[in-house]
């Protein structure tokens, strides 16, 4: 079975704040997914990274994909409270591209 | 309109019942998902389904036993329900499987179930 790991699981920061989540695996994919997920709501996806290596900007918030594809990271600058929430990474591996996901890490941003 | 829609959204039921959890999509997608998210957040898939037909069974107890009518349909029924099936069922869909970029995954509100 593969495993994500996300850590931290618990982030409170202050607003203004810089932060970095991190997906780990001892396994290879081919992608990986960040997702955000509010209370009461379904995860929304963030973004989708597929190169090693490869690095994506969504305003604040700035994915890496490691070089080996067997983790990523998520960066925000200067946190808002509407960052709240729980983040999640996905990875997607095999011929059915069956997914795995991160326990998440559950993110409050203090105004 | 919401693109992907589940019913019902609370569902509390007594162990050893049979209930169905409805999922419709109007994205026009091809492949359809149900996903389990337990008490600590874990989410986990268990069901995906392309053009009404199963790919991907991950393990899961036979008491679960999805049915895809059409590939904007994609219903759960769980039999003989106990304790540790309470937990959120979240359906989802993409255009098609696999989760390429610009290949979106779009999750409903989710299906908040407790066994009592």
């Known amino acids: 079975t593969q495993l994500l790991e996300q850590s931290p699981q618990f982030l409170s920061i202050q607003e203004g704040e810089n932060l970095t989540v991190y997906c780990n695996s001892s396994?290879?994919?081919?992608?990986l997914q960040w997702y955000r997920q509010e209370p009461g709501e379904g995860p929304v996806l963030l973004v989708t990274v597929v190169t090693g290596g490869e690095v994506k900007k969504l305003k604040r918030l700035t994915f890496q994909f490691g070089d080996a594809r067997k983790d990523s990271s998520l960066h925000i600058t200067a946190a808002q409270p509407g960052d709240t929430g729980l983040y999640l990474c996905?990875?997607?591996?095999?011929?059915?591209?069956?997914?795995?996901f991160g326990i998440g890490t559950k993110l409050q941003v203090i105004p | 309109d919401t693109a992907v829609s589940q019913t019902p959204k609370y569902l509390v039921t007594q162990m050893g019942n049979d209930k169905s959890i409805k999922c419709e999509q109007n994205l026009g997608h091809d492949t359809m998902y149900w996903y389990k998210q337990d008490s600590k957040k874990f989410l986990k898939i268990m069901f995906s389904?392309?053009?009404?037909?199963?790919?991907i069974n991950e393990t899961v107890p036979n008491r679960f036993s999805p049915k895809s009518p059409d590939k904007a349909h994609l219903n759960l029924h769980i039999n003989s329900l106990e304790l540790g099936d309470s937990a959120v069922y979240f359906c989802?869909?993409?255009?098609?499987?696999?989760?390429?970029?610009?290949?979106?995954?779009?999750f409903g509100e989710g299906s908040w179930l407790t066994v009592v």
């Open positions: 389904y392309n053009n009404k037909e199963l790919i």
């Open positions: 996905a990875g997607y591996s095999g011929g059915y591209q069956k997914v795995t």
């Open positions: 989802a869909s993409s255009l098609y499987r696999g989760p390429g970029v610009g290949n979106t995954i779009y």
């Open positions: 396994s290879v994919f081919s992608s």
